[in-house]
């Protein structure tokens, strides 16, 4: 089946360094991904939505400046989280349709700055 | 507002059948996703509903009234394995989903 591949797993960066998350869809092409935040206990929040070829459209609330979104390729999408601080700390969640009927998440990334 | 409720944590024992109910409430409609998420992974598809009714999938069904923007997600022949956390998400009449806080399911043997 269609599999998204979202690397790495986990990371640990020191604060005010970039982190960089790459998203791919494996099989199928994807012109739109999504990307989730995710704090302990709490539900998945839409950050972005990645679009190939242009612009991502960002949440409220969101800083576009911070969370750096590229959708160079029909499969790859990126996220760069800019100048991270320990408060940017959290589970990072990718996933792109297939159809509207089925949204395929990757793995997740758990980022802990220190 | 759009909102998304279901239950904070719930209890089951191993062997038996649960069901976890979602209500919501949305700016339009276009389907009702359940997602199972184990802890520190991602969510994994569990099921779709767009018309009102049960849709079965081996141990797991998901059921759907549109007119009472309510869901359950039914799990039965429970094993230790289910014990994850249930989401609920609606998604509204941009394609955005909306999602629940999700309910944590526990397992005893």
């Known amino acids: 089946g269609a599999v998204v591949s979202q690397h790495p797993s986990r990371v640990i960066c020191k604060s005010g360094t970039s982190v960089k998350i790459e998203c791919r869809s494996l099989d199928f092409q994807a012109t739109t991904m999504f990307w989730y935040r995710q704090f302990p206990k709490q539900s998945l929040m839409l950050m972005a939505t990645s679009n190939e070829g242009s612009k991502a459209t960002y949440e409220q609330g969101v800083e576009k400046d911070k969370f750096l979104i590229n959708h160079a390729s029909l499969t790859l999408s990126t996220l760069t989280v800019t100048s991270a601080h320990p408060e940017d700390s959290s589970f990072y969640i990718c996933s792109a349709p297939l159809r509207d009927t089925e949204a395929f998440f990757g793995q997740g990334t758990r980022l802990t700055v220190v | 507002g759009q909102n998304i409720d279901q239950p904070t944590e719930m209890t089951a024992t191993e062997g038996a059948i649960v069901q976890i109910n979602c209500t919501y409430q949305t700016s339009g409609f276009n389907g009702l996703f359940w997602y199972q998420q184990h802890a520190g992974e991602a969510p994994t598809f569990l099921s779709y509903n767009v018309l009102d009714g049960l849709e079965e999938k081996g141990r797991f069904s998901s059921f759907l009234s549109r007119s009472k923007g309510y869901s359950y997600l039914l799990l039965k022949e429970l094993q230790m394995k289910d014990s994850a956390s249930y989401l609920c998400?609606?998604?509204?009449?941009?394609?955005?989903?909306?999602w629940g806080a999700g309910t944590k399911l526990i397992i005893k043997p």
């Open positions: 998400a609606a998604m509204d009449s941009n394609y955005q989903l909306i």
